[in-house]
């Protein structure tokens, strides 16, 4: 492609380079809008206000931050697929190539190159020329991972039903973010279920008399391209050109918890005016992003933005976790559960003993006690206009580092952040070094931490065991939005 940027804007610092592509991002928003809007019929203010609005907040955040997480991305996305299907904001995972210098291939397909041409040009015009462009001939299909099983909507006894069903009815039915799952509250099932009637009635739709319906002896309720299919069941075909919204009663907050962990969504839209109640399920589920009493809001800080992001900047790299030794594994699943502080008393334990000792390890206190002060915070909370955002990392799991890149201060940075670390040995060091004095401490500390000479496939970092579950865990963006102050009409 050609070069449109000067010898000035080529020396620019790679930071001052993403802050000018958010600021011309900012500037050729509406021709984006215009493109999404002709190309893909996706509404231009939705296009502004999502992803344009992600795309910027992500380039500056990185522009101005080394991201916490950017520490455990050994699987860097290099090629980026944007299919039809794909949401525009995917472009903005080109920045995590970008900050390390790593050339990045976006394919697009025929409806979606107008928009990858006009992005990856921004990104030559800003002085960034490590995205390359490609067209794919072979049908794209937008990874069903990345996002997992889109959006589910929890509806309690304490919540404004009539303003939860307006913004279910007019929701996205293409975009990630798409409503898959509601869960009522058993309380409230029949009113909802009338409310939802009349307003479809309203519309002139109806009770939907699908073969989905008679077949399954499931009541669907239809509003537009929209199906609310109450008492569904599990391997019942859904009809196509269709969006099937599964309502689900629950009782309690346990149950629910216990269903939701069972959809494990990426998005949750969580509609309750009782704060406790808000509070309990939006801090519990650990999904990416909650919104309480609103849907499809991308907005706050530039931080909130890596919550959406880490379905792009996740590891996708997996081992048997039987490598792991019982004592680290053991180690993980307590150390993983306390708090910085308690993490912070177990580290300075191994520094006063180094420096009592004066041993051949002594200079690693120094590292040690460095990357304790400096430590980031992993949480931020931020309010502006009458909403609040929170916004944290959530780490998990094993972090895999090659030998040749686990300095000491990255290695305890991210036993800091809760996960375990092992360092893989190669060339002269392919044997662990058991007689280390710094192995031997964070083992009475019970700090997991492990060499070994193993052979790792395709390693360059990578989450190898949760404490949670079976899957492979990775640092996870979390934001929970809450929209307060307003009244809403009960």
Known sequence: MKSYFNKEIKNLPTDKKLQLFASKMEDNSELFAQLEALLRGVPKQEVIDIDKKLIVQNFKYWSFNNPINSSFLGLRPTNIEISESSPLAKLGSVVCGIKFNINVKVHCCDV???????????CMESGIDRVNLFHKKEEMTESGEDFRNGCSAVVTEHSDIDSAIDVFLYSTSKRPWKLNHLFVQESEIERL?????????????SIENTNLASKNKIEIVAYENKLFAFDFIADADRPEGKQVVIVEAYRTVKELLTLIKKENPF????????????NEIAYNVILPIVWINDY??????????????????????????????????????????????ERVIKMLKVVEVLKAENSPDVES???????????????????????????????????????????????????MYGVGCIRKLEGLESTPNKKSRIIKLFQEENIPYMETDKIFKQIIYGVIYSNSNDSPAHPTGRMIYTSFGAIFAK
């Open 112 to 122: 979606t190159a107008p928009v990858c041409y006009l992005f990856v040009r921004l």
């Open 267 to 278: 998005f949750l839209s969580l509609w309750t005016n009782d704060i406790s109640e808000a």
């Open 193 to 205: 279920k009338i409310n939802l009637i009349a307003k479809s009635q309203l519309k002139g739709d």
């Open 365 to 415: 206190a120094a590292l040690i006690e460095d990357a304790i002060t400096n430590l980031e915070s992993n949480k931020f909370v931020d309010i502006e206009n009458g909403k609040l955002w929170v916004s944290f990392e959530d780490f998990q799991g094993c972090i895999v580092f090659l030998e040749n890149d686990s300095n000491l201060k990255k290695v305890v940075t991210s036993l």
């Open 296 to 341: 499809g809001i991308f907005g706050g800080p530039d931080r909130s933005s890596q919550a959406f992001y880490s379905a792009y900047f996740k590891l996708c790299y997996c081992i048997d976790k039987d490598l792991l030794t019982n004592n680290v594994v053991k180690s993980l699943q307590n150390w993983s559960t306390m708090n910085t502080t």
